[in-house]
């Protein structure tokens, strides 16, 4: 049982450039969540997903997209990057919305540089 | 006002010591609580759910007071594995989390 998987754990994109950061989990959870976490900061939440098909957005969405096609799979687009997206980016999961009380499962992170 | 605040730290403690902090949370309507453990360059993971009736877990320990719309971690016996940043996150709906910066513990040998 591998939980959440993100790949890659690291990047380093030029200004400008496009990437995609992968997440899949094999729980079986609905709920996905892309997160972003700066230093000395607290995650902030980008995007979400209730289930396959459907999306929405976080507190800090400008800058990304998501899709999710499958229940397995919720993969972040950054489309021109920005050094104000340097960061380090969470993908989770949960079984019921998180904020019910249902616990996160998180990636282990993806550390991304934009220079 | 940030929706959840916690004292940074960091909170250097002797191996055996109980060690105790607190976070404070601004929307009084949440309803969900929970301390997050994270160790560096680590992903979180749930350390426990915090109840209105206070709840332990081994010798982690934590409160809940709506009045003053605080939760506490108390970690009693500390031991060098405990070091870490412990996250304190408060719902803010059904499916946003507000998170804390974190309180980071350094248990020294």
């Known amino acids: 049982n591998a939980g959440v998987t993100q790949t890659p754990k690291f990047r380093i994109l030029k200004i400008g450039q496009s990437m995609t950061l992968q997440c899949t989990q094999d729980?079986?959870?609905?709920?996905m969540y892309w997160y972003r976490q700066d230093p000395g900061m607290g995650l902030k939440l980008i995007y979400y997903?209730?289930?396959?098909?459907?999306?929405d957005k976080g507190e800090v969405p400008n800058g990304y997209n998501v899709s999710r096609s499958t229940t397995e799979d919720f993969p972040l687009r950054l489309e021109l990057a920005a050094p104000s997206q340097t960061s380090v980016y969470f993908c989770?999961?949960?079984?019921?919305?998180?904020?019910?009380?249902?616990?996160?499962?998180f990636g282990n992170g993806t550390r991304l540089t934009v220079t | 006002r940030k929706e959840v605040e916690q004292d940074p730290g960091p909170f250097n403690v002797p191996e055996g010591a109980t060690v105790a902090f607190n976070c404070t949370y601004s929307?009084?309507?949440?309803?969900?609580f929970f301390w997050y453990r994270q160790d560096c360059r680590k992903e979180p993971k749930l350390l426990m759910s915090?109840?209105?009736s206070g709840n332990e877990d081994g010798r982690f320990t934590a409160q809940l007071n709506r009045a003053s719309q605080y939760i506490s971690l108390l970690i009693r016996d500390s031991k060098l594995s405990d070091s870490a940043t412990y996250l304190c996150?408060?719902?803010?709906?059904?499916?946003?989390?507000?998170f804390g910066a974190g309180t980071t513990v350094t248990v020294r040998a």
């Open positions: 989770a999961s949960s079984y019921s919305p998180a904020g019910s009380g249902s616990p996160l499962h």
């Open positions: 729980m079986n959870h609905n709920y």
């Open positions: 997903s209730v289930g396959a098909g459907i999306t």
């Open positions: 929307n009084s309507a949440s309803q969900s």
């Open positions: 915090v109840y209105s």
């Open positions: 996150v408060v719902n803010f709906n059904d499916y946003k989390l507000s």
